[in-house]
Antibody, heavy 118, light 108 residues
Framework: EVQLVESGGGLVQPGGSLRLSCAAS????????MSWVRQAPGKGLEWVSV???????YYADSVKGRFTISRDNSKNTLYLQMNSLRAEDTAVYYC????????????WGQGTLVTVSS | SYVLTQPPSVSVAPGKTARITCGGN??????VHWYQQKPGQAPVLVIY???DRPSGIPERFSGSNSGNTATLTISRVEAGDEADYYC???????????FGGGTKLTVL
């Protein structure tokens, strides 16, 4: 059974850093395209970043230069390193698997809440 | 960057048909996917590749895509269909996934 479990969210001050983790089971992270998608309170879904099976990475303009997506193949885990955090980064962050390359998101985690506030 | 436009809200009486649109420049040339999200839950895929339905999704859910508009149609709407719905495409020009702003479906 495919499962994605996020962790690492919490309260952080503006300008601070946080690293989110997404532990996968039932499939191999490195063989799939994996994304982070966030949702600010009361707002819609916003795609954040993707890492392709070949290792290429892409970022939304809103986070480029501040966030870094990566994976640990030995732990079958996806990460999102978030630096220089801003109030507008406050959101629930979901990891999601893209089916068969660039297409739709077939599996989602339950999400982890990041709150950026002083 | 590619923009997807959805109506903020759609209301429908039980048993009737709800249509949720997703507008984008020549969206008919792209593959559109639709998600349902209920409060406090992660999104769930309800339609992929314009009109395909994942296993476990009722046949009442269908999709179409042509020209500048993709449409999610929910027939014989039930109270349990009340949720937010999002369309999604991949923008090949930027290698970015794009979501519509979401539509809140209210069952009257």
């Amino acid at each position: 059974e495919v499962q994605l479990v996020e962790s690492g969210g919490g309260l952080v001050q503006p300008g601070g850093s946080l690293r989110l983790s997404c532990a996968a089971s039932g499939f191999t992270v490195s063989s799939n395209y994996m994304s982070w998608v966030r949702q600010a309170p009361g707002k819609g879904l916003e795609w954040v970043s993707v890492i392709y099976s070949g290792g290429s990475t892409y970022y939304a303009d809103s986070v480029k230069g501040r966030f870094t997506i990566s994976r640990d193949n030995s732990k079958n885990t996806l990460y999102l390193q978030m630096n220089s955090l801003r109030a507008e980064d406050t959101a629930v962050y979901y990891c999601a698997r893209e089916w068969n390359g660039v297409s739709y998101f077939d599996y989602w985690g339950q999400g982890t809440l990041v709150t950026v506030s002083s | 960057s590619y923009v997807l436009t959805q109506p903020p809200s759609v209301s429908v009486a039980p048993g009737k048909t709800a249509r949720i649109t997703c507008g984008g420049n020549n969206i008919g040339s792209k593959s559109v996917h639709w998600y349902q999200q209920k409060p406090g839950q992660a999104p769930v895929l309800v339609i992929y590749y314009d009109s395909d339905r994942p296993s476990g999704i009722p046949e009442r859910f269908s999709g179409s895509n042509s020209g500048n508009t993709a449409t999610l149609t929910i027939s014989r709407v039930e109270a349990g269909d009340e949720a937010d719905y999002y369309c999604q495409v991949w923008d090949s020009s930027s290698d970015h996934q794009v979501f519509g702003g979401g539509t809140k479906l209210t069952v009257l």
